[in-house]
């Protein structure tokens, strides 16, 4: 499926077995709704690309607690260094196959489970 025209953000998981998931938004609350919508349902994905390989029985998935609140977004204020829960974010640059880029990093070493997402600079 094509990005709808009011695409802003696209974001694309591709699982292991090759099953793409994209998530299209046309602004950052409908952009944090797909995200915490997608980590809700993520085992039921799971479990039904098994049971279509085969590999297992489809597992029912209840999800009766709330959904966890999605953690606040450093502010980006003009001549202070945004920080997030692993301490001041990195401003860095780079030069990337859409152009170049500019953005805050997380502190937190790369690999890391909790690492923050970075805010990119437009």
């Known amino acids: 499926m094509a990005a709808p025209d009011s695409t802003k953000f696209q974001v694309n998981y591709k699982l292991a077995d090759g099953t793409l998931i994209n998530l299209y938004a046309s602004d950052v609350?409908?952009?944090?709704?797909?995200?915490?919508?997608?980590?809700?349902?993520s085992a039921l994905i799971t479990s039904t690309a098994d049971s279509f390989r085969g590999n297992a029985a489809p597992v029912a998935v209840h999800n009766t607690a709330p959904a966890a609140p999605v953690a606040p977004?450093?502010?980006?204020?003009?001549?202070?260094?945004?920080?997030?829960?692993?301490?001041?974010?990195?401003?860095?640059?780079?030069?990337?196959?859409?152009?170049?880029?500019?953005?805050?990093?997380?502190?937190?070493?790369?690999?890391?489970?909790?690492?923050?997402?970075?805010?990119w600079v437009r």
């Open 73 to 119: 977004r450093p502010q980006v204020v003009e001549g202070q260094t945004p920080e997030c829960k692993h301490g001041q974010m990195q401003f860095r640059t780079g030069n990337g196959a859409k152009g170049p880029w500019k953005a805050w990093m997380c502190a937190s070493p790369k690999g890391t489970p909790d690492k923050c997402d970075a805010i």
């Open 29 to 41: 609350r409908e952009l944090e709704t797909g995200l915490t919508d997608l980590s809700m349902v």
